[in-house]
DNA sequence: TAGGTTGTTCTCACATTGAGTTGTTCTCAG
DNA sequence: CTGAGAACAACTCAATGTGAGAACAACCTA
């Protein structure tokens, strides 16, 4: 900032309006395939169409606070496993026309969480809903938000690749196949158990054994799986490789 | 955003006050150290402290136009070279108290530039100089800057391994050598010449050969080296490996 | 012209990956 | 209770990629 900045710094009048809000990109996995909260509109602009939770920063806190803080009312979720939810910053969208009604500029944030209750009824969240990422085409969605949806999910299958945050998507104790059925489910790709095994183990501080097993073998048949938690490391070395989309041959 | 938003949302008085800035980390490779172009401040706060170039946005005008602007305007740069710069978004900051006048929310913006000349004088940019990153103090910077120069090395430490965008530091057309220099006066560390070219030209839509070379070796003797250009990857598969830094044994 | 420097190409040992196989433990159906 | 099928975990082996060093020719300066 300049100084003709300061100058004009000190009533907010002078400042162009624009309104700042934070939406959440919140994914979580069920029945093994990847949801996305979502809310109904009940008014226009864009009545009737699915929207990302979010709202106005408010003026005492934090952009992460705002979007943990918009997360939890739509959730009902708080506490200990509202923490457990990984959350971080997607990215910004302020095109000048992106809400008709003034310029609004909107700090997106990503969130991964285990598998949560459906949004409570009674919270303010009435036409809140986990919907499968699948399912929704971008003229069902309000202003820009299938395009931060798709720059959301891009994001979350690369951090896969190179950070441990495919244990957020689940329990604090997960065995090593629920932890590929997270990287299925995200990168949409079936991956080869045995070499899969043996990279999650290989890579230091991505999990570590609890030394326990499971109560039971799998639904339909197989050993107890062996019990791991999320290990301390915050980036994986060497990464894990997502297989090549088809690349248009040159 | 809900309904109640809606319902609030058309006089921009009943927002609170937040201003909207871009600021820029353009940094450019001069002498074979990494540069950061940064503003002097000449009023308070920060007052004679080093602060990122950046300013409002304005109304009519996207997050990545702001940025782009604001760097013309501190380079005095237009036209093709101006156009040659990579730019793309950093992430937002937005603590309350980052700016103690009033609640200020900056999208910061990340910019790779070849050598550029001085910021010409006569600009409004008077102030303006490229400094090396080494020899700044967060003491010396305004506001959180220090924390977004920080997270903008990383960034381009980071982009540099999976993305062509070294090439973004040199003219359209270079040599191995200057693209190897470019790495390793980001990533701070020597790489193995032989094993570098291999790597740059075994990755697929990395560089392409002009068919050309240099008009003279280098200044202290050596073969003329081929010349390349960027080519039309965007991404890098596979990605390149940074040199390990040194983990915390656990 | 000599000596040092640099761009480029090799070689070889080693680590990682992809793909498939084996053995064992378990659930379910009959 | 037993047999069939499923799943966990461990292995093998070929193919690929990497790190380290060496070779060699082209080029500069002195």
Request: negative net charge; proline residues 8%; charged residues 25%.
């Amino acid at each position: 900032m300049n100084e003709q900045d300061f100058l004009a710094g000190y009533d907010p009048r002078n400042y162009p309006a624009v309104a700042v809000t934070v939406d959440v990109v919140a994914l979580t996995i069920r029945e093994g395939a990847l949801h996305l909260l979502l809310i109904r509109r009940g008014a226009p602009p864009y009545e009737g169409h699915w929207a990302l939770p979010g709202g106005f920063v408010r003026p005492d806190e934090d952009l992460s606070a705002g979007a943990r803080r918009e997360l939890a009312e739509e959730t009902g979720l708080g506490g200990d496993r509202l923490r457990r939810v990984h959350l971080e910053q997607l990215g910004s969208y302020g095109s000048p026309d992106r809400d008709p009604r003034m310029r609004v500029v909107s700090v997106a944030h990503l969130a991964f969480a285990p598998d949560l209750p459906d949004p409570a009824a009674g919270t303010d969240a009435e036409d809140a809903a986990w919907l499968p990422v699948t399912a929704l085409t971008s003229r069902q969605l309000a202003f820009d938000h299938a395009r931060i949806i798709d720059d959301g999910l891009e994001r979350a299958r690369s951090k896969l690749e190179y950070t441990p945050l495919a244990t957020r998507f689940l329990e604090p104790e997960f065995t090593i196949t629920e932890l590929r059925a997270v990287y299925e489910t995200v990168w949409g790709h079936p991956l080869h158990a045995g070499n899969f095994h043996r990279k999650v183990l290989s890579v230091p501080g991505f999990v570590e054994s609890t030394g326990a097993s499971t109560e039971r073998g799998g639904a339909r048949g197989g050993p107890r799986a062996k019990l791991y938690r999320a290990g301390d490391a915050r980036l994986l070395h060497p990464a894990l490789l997502r297989p090549a989309r088809e690349e248009t041959v040159r």
